[in-house]
T-cell receptor, first 111, second 115 residues
Framework: QQPVQSPQAVILREGEDAVINCSSSKALYSVHWYRQKHGEAPVFLMI?????EQKGHEKISASFNEKKQQSSLYLTASQLSYSGTYFC????????????FGTGTRLKVLA | DTGVSQDPRHKITKRGQNVTFRCDPI?????LYWYRQTLGQGPEFLTY????????KSRLLSDRFSAERPKGSFSTLEIQRTEQGDSAMYLC?????????????FGPGTRLTVT
């Protein structure tokens, strides 16, 4: 079943923060986060593995709550370049490398 | 440019025709994935390969779809007797097999329009 992301869409001003959530009805073994700009392919942001630590990349970080079957992506001090659609991808079974992508969150950062 | 290339970038075909897409992954990547994406939706898994072996195929894929990866290098995705519902962006992605290195690198996609 497809993970559900929230919010579906968000509009920010430059410098504001945002949180995007990814919730699954099934156990999560790993979570990938990708950003896709209009007309382009998805671009990898980070991986979170079961039992792993919270990841961080510049002003973008993420957490993985195995018990809640949920992952969250944190965007700090957003920049115009953060605009796009964010997808989480969850591994169906451990070690299968088969992923189901979430419903997506459209994020727009305004100057 | 992620290093994954796809050809063609756009394909317009008439219903009932066969089409074939090609994907060239990053050379050292042993895993290759095909996804389908429609407007506003996330990529939908179709199939994936480890080297030349096709390990899994989505149940959503009808018998009209077939994929190959001869010699574990490039891959082709063929759609036979295309239908209007096949219109979508077809994405290819590749990755390494090691657990901590398996982020997927996506190609630019092939946009298929069936008229």
């Amino acid at each position: 079943q497809q993970p559900v992301q929230s919010p579906q869409a968000v509009i920010l001003r430059e410098g504001e923060d945002a949180v995007i959530n990814c919730s699954s009805s099934k156990a999560l073994y790993s979570v990938h986060w990708y950003r896709q700009k209009h007309g382009e392919a998805p671009v990898f942001l980070m991986i979170l593995l079961k039992g792993g630590e919270q990841k961080g990349h510049e002003k973008i970080s993420a957490s993985f709550n195995e018990k809640k079957q949920q992952s969250s992506l944190y965007l700090t001090a957003s920049q115009l370049s953060y605009s796009g659609t964010y997808f989480c991808g969850t591994e169906v079974y451990p070690g299968t490398y088969k992923y189901i992508f979430g419903t997506g969150t459209r994020l727009k950062v305004l100057a | 440019d992620t290093g994954v290339s796809q050809d063609p970038r756009h394909k317009i075909t008439k219903r009932g025709q066969n089409v074939t897409f090609r994907c060239d992954p990053i050379s050292e990547h042993n895993r290759l994935y095909w996804y389908r994406q429609t407007l506003g939706q996330g990529p939908e898994f179709l199939t994936y390969f480890q080297n030349e072996a096709q390990l899994e195929k989505s149940r959503l894929l009808s018998d009209r779809f077939s994929a190959e990866r001869p010699k574990g290098s490039f891959s082709t995705l063929e759609i036979q007797r295309t239908e209007q519902g096949d219109s979508a962006m077809y994405l290819c992605a590749s990755s390494l097999g090691e657990r901590d290195k398996y982020e997927q690198y996506f190609g630019p996609g092939t946009r298929l329009t069936v008229t």
